[in-house]
């Protein structure tokens, strides 16, 4: 979709989504018809299949109670581990490198309190400065836990912009001083997407070990986990994959960990064979279900198990190529309708480097993500200028993008947005 060549008519739109091969999916989802959802990113849609693995839960507890554990088609205590494997494409891994647990902050809690093994001079903990600020919480509280100072010891990478991070800068960031890194794969602000690979066999040259938050990259673009020997990897799984809010999340351990204790260890972190003998010493499990810690919440999980089906039959490779054709299509139409109201792109443009959504900057934004929800266009407000579109592959349609944009125009045609505060809700 060349600049030049660019069709901005809303008949093409109609065109490129008679095109499409997963239009059929958009089906699968319970939308409102008269409101434009591009907050996928943020929480997913509920799917008619996530909403029966519900239900099909809710009904073995009904007909089993106790007995659920064991019985019936889904036993649950073996879900985590059926997830995981179900999981596992999404990444890049091998079945038993997976498991469902936990919510994604736990879950970073407990790889760090794993792979985080300060000795000598290296102590220090490599983050960048512009990742989601639970994850730098976490990684303060484990380097306080085990005595460290985290304004000494948590070595964060500068942005040059305030958008993305150079990958050069975090390389030569890796110094004989670092213990452990933690790195986005996708920047949650802007949409950037870190080479993976590159930084995995920059840190292993050093003999670092280096783990990535998938929050903002499963579900929307593939990756190869096993193949590129990343030590770890965690992820929620309530945005592009749409297994509810506050959804169990996951977890990823390359297996040539596998069979190293869990920092933080449970009752299910347990080899399964060994968890009702009640024994004081723990058997960990030899698979990734070793960093679980409590008991699986199974009303939580439950949906995940549709939501997957889902992806197995869209498969990842087919998602990302429209999800690139729909991004690149609303920016083509930003800079087409809206290249006179102030707004400026903030994503990268290369496909390599821009994940599943377009990032806009004004000086409004938080008003205008007001007005933008009173047309009933759903956006995503970022502190303190930023406006998160998302055109999710399984459900948003070419058509959307046209909407959207143009409902945008006329908000910034007519002035909407003037009539609002120009300051984020609670929620934002």
Not at 224 to 249: R, T
Request: with cysteine.
């Amino acid at each position: 979709m060349g600049k030049q060549s660019f069709d901005a008519s809303k008949e093409h739109a109609l065109q490129l989504d008679q095109q499409d091969e997963l239009a059929s999916f958009r089906d699968e989802f319970y939308i409102k018809e008269d409101s434009i959802y591009l907050i996928g990113n943020s929480l997913g849609l509920l799917s008619k299949r996530a909403e029966k693995s519900l239900e099909n839960l809710k009904e073995s507890w009904k007909e089993y109670g106790i007995g659920g554990w064991t019985e019936g088609e889904n036993p649950w205590f073996y879900m985590s581990e059926k997830l995981g494997e179900m999981s596992a494409p999404l990444v890049g891994a091998k079945p038993e490198e997976v498991i469902a647990t936990g919510s994604t902050t736990v879950d970073l809690h407990q790889l760090v309190a794993t792979f985080y093994k300060p000795e000598g001079k290296k102590t220090k903990i490599l983050a960048d400065e512009l990742t989601f600020p639970s994850d730098i919480f976490a990684l303060q509280s484990q380097l306080k836990l085990k005595g460290y100072e985290p304004a000494e010891h948590l070595v964060q990478v500068k942005s040059p912009d305030g958008r993305i991070v150079e990958e050069d800068d975090i390389i030569d960031a890796m110094t004989d001083e670092i213990a452990l890194i933690m790195l986005p794969s996708v920047m949650y602000r802007s949409g950037q997407v870190l080479d993976m690979k590159r930084l995995t066999e920059e840190a292993h040259k050093r003999g670092i070990t280096i783990g990535f938050d998938l929050c903002h990259s499963i579900g929307a673009l593939p990756h190869a986990l096993s193949e590129w020997g990343a030590d770890f990897a965690f992820w929620c799984n309530y945005k592009y994959v749409n297994a509810g809010p506050g959804s169990v999340a996951g977890i990823y351990v390359h297996e040539k960990h596998l069979g190293e204790a869990p920092g933080l260890a449970g009752w299910f972190s347990s080899d399964k064979n060994k968890q009702f003998d009640m024994d004081h010493q723990l058997t960990p499990a030899t698979t990734a279900g070793a960093f679980q810690i409590g008991t699986p919440h199974m009303l939580s999980l439950a949906p995940l198990k549709g939501s997957l089906e889902i992806f197995e039959e869209a498969g990842i490779d087919r998602l990302r190529k429209k999800s690139l054709r729909l991004t690149q299509y609303m920016m083509d139409l930003v800079e087409h309708e809206l290249k006179d109201y102030g707004f400026e792109i903030g994503n990268p443009r290369e496909d390599h480097r821009r994940g599943g959504h377009v990032y806009l900057e004004h000086p409004e934004a938080a008003r205008i993500c007001t007005a933008l929800k009173a047309n009933k266009v759903i956006p995503d407000f970022r502190n303190p200028n930023g406006i998160r579109l998302t055109p999710a592959a399984l459900y948003n349609t070419f058509e959307d993008v046209w909407n959207a944009i143009h409902i945008l125009k006329r908000i910034m045609d007519e002035e909407q947005y003037k009539q609002y505060e120009n300051k984020r809700g609670v929620v934002a």
